[in-house]
């Protein structure tokens, strides 16, 4: 699969996919928490599918935090 792919290409791919991963894992952790549900949740951004499931259930469900006592 890498066949002529050397060290230095790999830690490019490795580096450039955590960086996006974060660039997307921490606004959905923020999103998450100001919503009032756990900011684990926003893990769900970065698997397929889950991810499209993640923000409907963000947008239809009742937050936590607007609820009023």
């Known amino acids: 699969m890498f066949g002529n792919v050397a060290v ?5 791919l490795v580096v450039v996919g955590v ?3 974060v660039a997307v894992i921490w606004p959905a952790c ?3 928490a100001r919503a009032g549900y756990s900011p684990w949740l926003g893990i769900a951004a970065v698997i397929p599918v889950v991810n499209v499931l993640l923000l409907w259930f ?3 469900a009742e937050w936590p935090a607007r609820r009023t006592a």
Do not use: F
């Open 58 to 60: 963000l947008a239809l």
């Open 19 to 21: 960086v996006i991963a």
């Open 30 to 32: 923020r999103i998450c």
């Open 8 to 12: 230095p290409e790999l830690l490019m």
